[in-house]
């Protein structure tokens, strides 16, 4: 639970940075080069209020985030026993459980900078852009973004953040739960249950 606490404070401000602001023609490195700027003017900015950071910054990665992929990722061989409609529901709630986790841990920014390290081609197509933090507590910490394009727009698919990806700490989490005769609808609601209590806190 440490690591994945670890994961997301690292991970969810670079993830946000991922909005297509140069075009919907631009690779994955130039998505990600043109709109760093843009979030850290966001968390840079004195004005702004806690309440508005977050919402900004979440809506961004609500906008560059493709849910339904990392949904299908996350759940893998256990995505065939939802029903459409389970679908929906689970790809809603993960978003918002995402959005939870990740709004309370802006205030950690500390002035950390963002060097880009190099891109790679992976399998389907996708392509990983490796980053590293400078600066800040969080100074060398390396973050792999991996995009896959649709539509003409390359969209976040997973974060990598010093070996640990989001998607198979998400994965062993919900499989946990699928075991041991747990369905669908067990989870959703275990999903619910989480979110509104955090959600409250």
Known sequence: M??????????????ASLTPLAGASNGPREVIESTVAAVLGVLRDSQLSDAERHQRIETIAYGVFD???VSRLVLARNWKRFDEPQRK????????LLAI?????FDGYAGEEVELLGDRAEPRGDVT???????GE??????????????????VIDVVVEGISIVSNYRDQFKAV???????????????????????A
Request: glycine residues 8%.
């Open 2 to 15: 440490r690591a994945t606490r670890f994961l997301l404070l690292a991970a969810l401000v670079w993830i």
């Open 67 to 69: 849910f339904p992929t």
């Open 129 to 135: 852009v490796r980053t590293r933090l400078t600066g």
């Open 178 to 200: 699928l075991s041991g005769g747990k369905g669908p609808d067990d989870l959703l609601e275990k999903m619910r249950e989480k979110n509104a209590r955090d959600d409250a």
């Open 89 to 96: 529901a689970f790809v809603q709630e993960f978003k918002f």
């Open 138 to 155: 969080n100074d060398g910490i390396n973050i792999d973004y991996r995009l896959r394009e649709g539509d003409g727009r390359w969209l």
């Open 101 to 105: 986790n990740y709004r309370s841990r």
